[in-house]
């Protein structure tokens, strides 16, 4: 018997699906200053589950704060994010990588695909998903299918996702409210918070970062070309995603530009201050 919760469709929520252990996730997840559980979701795959202020408080729509997340976290980083979200209306997905321009699909609540088949089998090529197989399974995401909701074509997603190593914590399912995802990530034993730090936290764990992680190299105090290199990248993505923020009056995509623009900066003035050897 269903809920009136359950005929009136979830409330918002999003998952961060990143193609890279926590260790290198954690240090660029901070850079979205947002309230996170950081948690394994596979041998080669992180999730990061959001508190979701932005869109609780309802300064932006759930769709596009985890594109703008996605987004910013794969700037200068070498893996891809997958973006799930859903509200009371609609449920989809969104894929960052890079430079690239983001790609992704929508369901309706009730499971109608509102999408285009092109960008599901561009999808499966950047995920690097079998051109046959997995690609019947994902175009059958795309037919209509009156048995299936939007939650059944996140849960399709994740199966096919599967074969590329996803594999999401049982305790994280798509559709439930960000909050209880939070409070269900948080329990685990190999979760992990991920919050602004403060300098001395931040400086602290400096070294660590360099050693333990592939990211070392490109942070702002490491200083060298690499670290150069990032913090001009950030500049020219930031620019024109919190151009098209303002304009759209969107704070996901103008969050996501003014952090990369910030980002960026710090690291040029580090660059540029630092004592030379």
Sequence with gaps: MSTEADR???APGALLLCRAAPGSVAPVAHLLREPMQLTPAGDEWSALVPEGRPWRDG???????ATGWATALTVGASWPVLALWWDTDHAGFTLASGFRRPVGFVWLASGVPAGEDEAMRTFAARMGLDPVLDVQDLDRLTEPDPAADARSRLRGLLAVLARAGVSLPAELVPGEPAGRLREAAARRPDSRPVERPGRREAG????????????GPWMPWAGGPRARALALAQLVAGLPLLVRGLRRRGSGWAT????LLAHGALGLTYDLTRPRD
């Design 59 to 65: 300064a932006e729509p759930v769709d596009r704060v």
């Design 256 to 259: 996501a530009g003014a952090l």
């Design 8 to 10: 009136a469709g979830p």
């Design 204 to 215: 602290a764990g400096r070294d660590s970062v360099d050693h333990r992680t592939r990211l």
